[in-house]
């Protein structure tokens, strides 16, 4: 089996045996890390779809097609992990920021967010997509924006009700959290109107919904980790618990445990690292479903300067590893929760979303 890395594709897997491929996406393509067996080196084994950034990989499990969504070319598929061909029917923008897959009435249907902020939906393996257009109607669509130029927002993820197919979140950066209960034919938003946050406070990096409890969900923002306990309707911040991860985003969980948890992210926001040209991330570990919270940096280079960016996890049985990328284009593995790390690769293009690993080189945002 195979899974992926990248900062908005598919994250959290359940295997029967440990993964021995890891797909990658970069800022310059795909990678594909390999290793013979479980305990083996990863080795670089493969780099694909060169020339474009690749922001999000899902694998559609029944076919085994590899999807690709890329900020400048729109979505590529693969049967092999290394042929790509481009399936951009029907979207309008082919900066696509998510991809995410669902089953729903025995059928495959995948999404794919993009900036500007639209979500389209493809019934027959991304032949056809179809805009959901309805997700425009919401109240506060002209208060979205990004901070940096172009100031367009942008669907940075989408995420799926474990339990209903047809409950659909998407998280707008920056602006809203959007949820449709009826496979996207109409939305409701779930923070501004509600007068829950400002807009501009609306930062939603990502959602993840336990699955123990489907209600209870966690919301990684630029101001810091928030939590709800009913289903939305009403969010708390949790900075507090984990001050040191001040601009989380990459949040996993074991999916047969999800009081284990893993959040990652810089200590403060991207406004800060065009002067530092330092993120001074970290990454943290729950045991008690994120009442609480640990480093475990234990193997990690110090100091840290290139952003976490990326996390998968992989639990095969009771066990899990972890997979961490950053903007340097380093690939770290821990195969003991977190307690250790390792660099299992080095100097790959960064491992980012959008221009994040372009405000961390030196000179950048300097005068001429």
């Known amino acids: 089996m195979a899974i992926c890395l990248s900062h908005s594709g598919e994250a959290i ?25 479980s305990g083996a080196s990863w080795e670089v084994a493969r780099h694909s779809l060169t020339g474009h950034h690749v922001c ?19 979505i590529a598929v693969s049967r092999d992990g290394q042929n790509w061909t481009f399936c951009n029917q029907g979207l309008t923008s082919l900066n696509v920021y998510s991809l995410a897959w669902a089953k729903s009435a025995g059928r495959t249907k995948l999404y794919a967010g993009t900036e500007p902020a639209h979500l389209f939906v493809s019934e027959d393996l991304g032949a056809n997509w179809t ?11 002209p208060e979205w924006s990004f901070p940096a130029p172009p100031h367009v927002a942008h669907v940075k993820v989408i995420n799926l009700d474990p339990y209903d197919p047809d409950c659909i979140y998407a998280c707008v950066e920056q602006g809203e959290l959007l949820k449709s209960v009826d496979g996207g034919a109409s939305w409701r938003d779930l923070l501004g109107p509600a ?17 123990s ?21 009403s969010w708390s911040n949790d900075a507090e618990r984990i001050a040191r991860i001040g601009y989380p985003d990459p ?19 991207p406004g800060t690292w065009m002067k530092s040209k330092n993120a001074d991330p970290a990454v943290a570990r729950s045991r008690d479903g994120g009442r609480s919270w640990e480093l475990t940096m234990a193997g990690l280079p ?5 952003n976490f960016e990326a996390m998968a996890l992989e639990a ?3 066990s899990c590893a972890l997979f961490l990328g950053d903007t340097d284009g380093d690939v770290y593995y821990s195969d003991d929760e977190g307690e250790s790390w390792s660099k299992i690769a080095q100097h790959l293009p960064a491992i980012s979303k959008g221009s994040h690993y372009v405000v961390l080189k030196p000179g950048f945002g300097r005068a001429a």
């Open 251 to 269: 949040l996993v969980f074991h999916p047969g445990h999800d009081n284990l948890m893993f959040l990652a992210g810089a200590r403060h926001n």
């Open 131 to 141: 805009e959901l257009a309805s997700l425009r109607a919401v109240p506060n669509v």
């Open 195 to 211: 007068g829950i946050l400002k807009a501009s406070e609306g930062d939603a990096h990502r959602l993840i919904i336990r699955p």
């Open 302 to 306: 110090q100091p840290l300067k290139a």
């Open 13 to 37: 897997y359940a295997s029967s045996a440990p993964s021995n491929e890891l797909f990658v996406g970069t800022a310059d393509g795909v990678f594909l890390l390999a290793r013979e067996r």
């Open 316 to 318: 095969v049985g009771d």
């Open 56 to 74: 999000s990989l899902i694998i559609e499990p029944t076919s085994g097609r590899l999807f690709a969504g890329t900020h400048t070319g729109g």
């Open 213 to 233: 409890n489907p209600r209870e969900m966690f919301m990684p923002t630029g101001f810091g980790l928030f939590h709800s306990l009913d289903g939305g309707l």
